[in-house]
């Protein structure tokens, strides 16, 4: 079982920055692809970025390409998503979730959730 609780959402300007991250936590997090996904009211559930295990290769959503960056830092069993350059319609909740070894863009194929953490963009 892994337990994974997000952190470092909040209120920000157009423009500015949030660095979210997600806490491991139950069994070895080096084999797990993490991903961020975000869910805004009224539209679907939308994949972010991810990162396959082992530090693998990343992907990202063509809306934040650039702006976004996804790390992980195995030996603190923590998954980061840094965000540059926001905009409104990056508000939304995002959620970290885990899945075996390689990455999904489908949010049901991940094992693993954790609460969600509100990003809000004003502009």
């Known amino acids: 079982q892994v337990q994974l609780v997000e952190s470092g959402g909040g209120l920000v300007q157009a423009g500015g920055s949030l660095r979210l991250s997600c806490a491991a936590s139950?069994?070895?997090?080096?084999?797990?692809?993490m991903a961020w996904f975000r869910h805004a009211p009224g539209k679907e559930r939308e994949f972010v970025a991810a990162?396959?295990?082992?530090?693998?290769?990343?992907y990202y959503t063509d809306s934040v390409k650039g702006r976004f960056t996804i790390s992980r830092d195995d030996t603190r069993n923590t998954v980061y998503l840094q965000m540059n350059s926001l905009k409104p319609e990056d508000t939304a909740v995002y959620y970290c979730?885990?899945?075996?070894?390689?990455?999904?863009?489908?949010?049901?194929?991940?094992?693993?959730w954790g609460q969600g953490t509100q990003v809000t963009v004003s502009s």
């Open positions: 979730r885990a899945r075996a070894l390689v990455y999904s863009r489908n949010w049901y194929d991940y094992n693993y």
């Open positions: 139950g069994r070895t997090f080096s084999g797990y692809a």
């Open positions: 990162k396959n295990w082992n530090g693998g290769t990343t």
